[in-house]
């Protein structure tokens, strides 16, 4: 299988049948070999999933050993939205290549992601024209709330784990996230994870998991 980005791919063990999928974006500068960790606790609990871990479309500008979704070198919010939509529609040739290949739907795909990556999850979730089965999303924000409020197609349930000490990304975003779901009618469920940073505790990784399974996933 050939994807329009190069991806780490988590198979099914022995060979079961793929009912489903996790499609994990990365942070900046990280790749998704990164992220594809968080498969290791979860593809037990989900034996029919395949978890798909895309590196980003450009290098990163701090760091040309990984990848970013947008360039944040400007300060400059027009423009990280104008390159955070240039990543959409890429990621959206990929998720339609990934539901060809697999005969999914959207609602038999979570889409997951860490600080960026959970950013461009946001909006690849809300955007759609069909519902996805949930997103879930680590340490990241809404990157430009009127343009999402503009674009949103669907009510897509949400999940966002944040580290109470961030630094990176201020969990005061979650916050102001929260508040834009609660007022466009999207199901929204949040976690501060006490004494965490800018990372993917054990904890979080937990949590995230419990709700995949609860949103029936694996039955989907």
Same mark, same amino acid.
């Given at each position: 299988m050939?994807f ?13 049948e793929i009912?489903?999928?996790?499609i ?8 998704g ?10 593809k037990?609990?989900l ?8 590196n980003?479309?450009?290098?990163c500008?701090? #760091?040309p ?11 400059? $919010? !027009?423009y990280? *939205? +104008? ?31 860490f ?8 909006n ?8 996805f ?5 680590f ?6 709330q009127d ?5 949103k197609k669907?009510?897509? #349930? ?6 109470e ?5 201020? $969990? !005061?975003?979650? *916050? +102001? ?8 009618n ?9 004494n ?24 989907a």
């Amino acid at each position: 299988m050939t994807f329009c980005l190069d991806s780490t791919i988590i198979k099914p063990d022995e060979n079961k049948e793929i009912k489903n999928a996790v499609i994990l974006l990365h942070g900046y500068g990280g790749d998704g070999k990164d992220i594809s960790m968080l498969s290791l606790n979860w593809k037990r609990y989900l034996p029919n999933t395949i978890f798909i871990c895309p590196n980003g479309h450009e290098p990163c500008m701090i #760091n040309p050993s990984g990848y970013q979704w947008f360039d944040l070198t400007k300060d400059d $919010p !027009n423009y990280i *939205l +104008e390159q955070s939509i240039k990543a959409e529609n890429k990621l959206n040739e990929f998720i339609d290549e990934v539901k060809s290949e697999f005969q999914l739907k959207n609602d038999k795909i979570c889409l997951s992601g860490f600080s960026q990556g959970c950013m461009m999850s946001i909006n690849l979730g809300l955007t759609s024209e069909q519902e996805f089965n949930c997103v879930v999303g680590f340490s990241g924000k809404i990157i430009n709330q009127d343009d999402l409020k503009l674009r949103k197609k669907n009510s897509t #349930n949400i999940l966002l784990i944040h580290g109470e000490t961030d630094q990176v990304v201020s $969990p !005061n975003f979650m *916050l +102001e996230a929260k508040d834009f779901f609660i007022r466009n009618n999207v199901q929204i469920d949040t976690h501060l994870i006490k004494n965490c940073d800018h990372h993917i505790p054990i904890e979080a990784s937990s949590i995230a998991l419990n709700y995949i399974l609860k949103k029936n996933l694996i039955l989907a």
